[in-house]
């Protein structure tokens, strides 16, 4: 089976872009994270979906990020306008609906504003 | 206070060495623990999940979970070089949805 699948890879664009980064999902998973990685503050958990329903988005850091899962194998987080403090590893993951089961994490997209 | 703490290492073991690896978590409802390692500049991978009291042994891996003192531990036997890498505990709060919460991870260092 394909795993967690994102998209793009790598990017650097420059402040004030509008940066897109995409999330296809394994099949048969209805949970869905973005997660962001930096040095300073580890993995933090920036929103997740059950069913393609924002569950919790209190990770967000600002307005100037939003995220949105339309179907049940693609999801989008969006960072309108970026700023260098937004360079970081984005990570997205899935898993099964119910606690206990484990996430699994796609290859990251890694971006750098400057 | 952050729901899962880890020392940030580094930790340093000799190969051969058993590297142990320790965690703290504060939600009581917490349900299910999970170690992930991550080598640089990749993305984290699961070794190794636990769900009850007790210890779970998977080849040199040897999860032990204490609910009553709230940490999780991973063992490494035999650590070898391969090894280094950091390791993110992390665990999920029980509920109706899935919500995982990550450490800052240990690094952990294996020198020949």
């Known amino acids: 089976d394909a795993g967690v699948i994102q998209s793009p890879r790598h990017e650097v664009t420059e402040m004030g872009q509008e940066v897109t980064l995409r999330c296809k999902p394994i099949?048969?998973?209805?949970?869905l994270f973005w997660y962001r990685q930096t040095m300073m503050r580890g993995l933090e958990l920036l929103i997740y979906f059950n069913n393609n329903v924002p569950i919790d988005d209190s990770g967000m850091p600002e307005d100037r990020f939003s995220a949105k899962m339309p179907n049940a194998s693609f999801s989008t987080l969006k960072i309108q306008p970026s700023e260098p403090r937004d360079s970081a590893v984005y990570f997205c993951?899935?898993?099964?609906?119910?606690?206990?089961?484990?996430?699994?994490f796609g290859e990251g997209s890694w971006l750098t504003v400057v | 206070q952050k729901e899962v703490e880890q020392n940030s290492g580094p930790l340093s073991v000799p190969e051969g060495a058993i590297a142990s690896l320790n965690c703290t978590y504060s939600d009581r409802v917490s349900q299910s623990f999970f170690w992930y390692r991550q080598y640089s500049g990749k993305s984290p991978e699961l070794i190794m999940s636990?769900?009850?009291?007790g210890d779970k042994e998977d080849g040199r891996f040897t999860a032990q979970l204490n609910k009553a003192s709230q940490y999780v531990s991973l063992l490494i036997r035999d650590s070898q070089p391969s090894d280094s890498a950091t390791y993110l505990c992390a665990v999920n709060i029980k509920g109706n949805f899935n919500k995982f919460y990550f450490g800052s991870g240990t690094k952990l260092n294996v020198k020949p």
């Open positions: 993951a899935s898993s099964r609906q119910y606690g206990g089961n484990t996430i699994y």
């Open positions: 636990i769900y009850s009291n």
């Open positions: 099949s048969g998973h209805n949970s």
